[in-house]
């Protein structure tokens, strides 16, 4: 996905980005350890702009969901053409991204480990084999794992460590079952991640 180690992602940010899956949540993870950005200097002075700001927004918000340059313009291009604010229908859209489902389902422990599972065929949308990360999920789709053991027992490992979790209430998991159904669309209130969308659309709209 990136050249960047994904810890130096994180700490790049400031905030957590949960790159790693379940290592983000032990003393292990990289915000924890070094606070403080990558490099021989982190603490040298950097001037601050309004662009500067923009750009961190945009390209965290890309880190977050693991999309490509190419990738956030098109979600961007869309968000534009659908009724009501941009920048909320811009985080619906990447919100609704099959590896993000999967993962905030609780399913996977990482969204990069969502997207694997996806590539190799793993997950079922309403019974039919998908291998698109990129899907854009609706309401009253069901996402399911696979019959093999082997997959089921990474999900519901997955499952077992992020069952604490809350899960957003536009999407409904059994852990019996190991799986997942869009009740309705995300809503802003919905997304927790620390953004501010404005500012990207701000950037995008130059």
């Known amino acids: 996905m990136m050249k960047t180690s994904v810890c130096k992602l994180c700490r790049r940010e400031g905030v957590k980005l949960f790159l790693k899956g379940n290592r983000c949540e032990t003393s292990?993870?990289?915000i924890q350890k070094r606070n403080f950005p990558p490099g021989a200097h982190p603490w040298t002075r950097v001037r601050h702009s309004e662009y500067r700001t923009q750009l961190r927004e945009?390209?965290?918000?890309?880190?977050?969901?693991g999309v490509e340059e190419k990738q956030f313009t098109n979600y961007y291009e869309h968000a534009v053409r659908m009724?009501?604010?941009?920048?909320?229908?811009?985080?619906a859209l990447l919100e609704r991204r099959l590896d993000n489902v999967l993962f905030t389902a609780g399913l996977a422990t990482s969204r990069r480990s969502a997207r694997q599972m996806i590539g190799h065929g793993h997950i079922l949308v309403n019974d039919h084999r998908c291998n698109v990360s990129s899907r854009r999920v609706r309401v009253g789709d069901r996402i399911s794992v696979t019959t093999r053991e082997k997959i089921r027992s990474v999900a519901k490992e997955a499952f077992e460590f992020r069952s604490s979790y809350p899960v957003p209430a536009w999407l409904d998991r059994d852990g019996?079952?190991?799986?997942?159904?869009?009740?309705?669309l995300p809503?802003?209130?919905?997304i927790t991640?620390?953004?501010?969308e404005q500012?990207?659309?701000?950037?995008?709209?130059?």
């Not at 945009?58 to 969901?65: A, T, V």
């Not at 019996?176 to 309705?184: D, F, G, H, I, P």
């Not at 991640?193 to 501010?196: A, I, M, N, Q």
């Open 193 to 196: 991640f620390d953004v501010r």
């Open 83 to 91: 009724p009501g604010n941009t920048g909320e229908n811009l985080l």
């Open 187 to 190: 809503a802003r209130s919905d």
């Open 28 to 30: 292990k993870c990289a």
């Open 58 to 65: 945009k390209q965290k918000l890309k880190r977050f969901y």
């Open 176 to 184: 019996s079952t190991l799986e997942a159904r869009v009740s309705n």
């Open 199 to 206: 500012l990207v659309v701000e950037l995008m709209s130059k």
